[in-house]
């Protein structure tokens, strides 16, 4: 690909202001010759540039602006920065949400095996758990899920899990 085939929408500013090498200058003039695409956008642009040189000159600043603005400056004490701010908060960004999961995975995986030892507990009891009328008499039944741990175990008893 040579240099006329690529489009110079990014140097059309540069072109309009005169701020091109002549020869760069020639290479944007002969693509535009033969491009209509960046032609528009250069028509687009000498436009636009035209409007704004119509504007009136911005109004000068109030009286006594730049000295309000150095006092303002000065008055402005200089906040700390956190200790992530002096590290750099973007590469830590991560941290928070990672340390969050990792807090969450944590807890689910305790609450597992917590779980898996209550059932092996109960799985080692079996003997006095077959009957539910039994256990029941016995008040070993407190909560629901001590219910559901009974029908559990009754029903692994009798082969249907």
């Known amino acids: 690909m040579t240099r006329r085939e690529i489009h110079v929408e990014e140097e059309l500013t540069a072109l309009l202001d005169g701020a091109l090498e002549p020869a760069r200058r020639a290479e944007v003039e002969a693509h535009l010759a033969g491009c ?25 600043p109030l009286p006594g602006f730049e000295q309000r603005f150095y006092a303002r ?29 990792a807090a969450a995975l944590a807890v689910g995986i305790w609450v597992r095996q917590d779980r898996q030892r209550a059932d ?19 008040d070993l039944v407190e909560t629901p899920e001590d219910l559901d741990v009974v029908v559990h175990l009754d029903e692994i008893r009798e082969g249907h899990p």
């Open 36 to 60: 209509a695409g960046c032609r528009a956008g250069r028509d687009s642009l000498a436009a636009a540039l035209a409007t704004i040189g119509t504007l009136p000159p911005p109004a000068p």
């Open 73 to 101: 400056l000065a008055r402005e004490a200089p906040r700390r920065r956190s200790l992530l701010e002096r590290l750099g908060a973007r590469p830590l960004r991560w941290l928070v949400p990672a340390t969050g999961l």
């Open 120 to 138: 092996l507990e109960m799985a080692r009891h079996l003997d006095l758990l077959e009957n539910y009328v039994e256990v029941a008499s016995l």
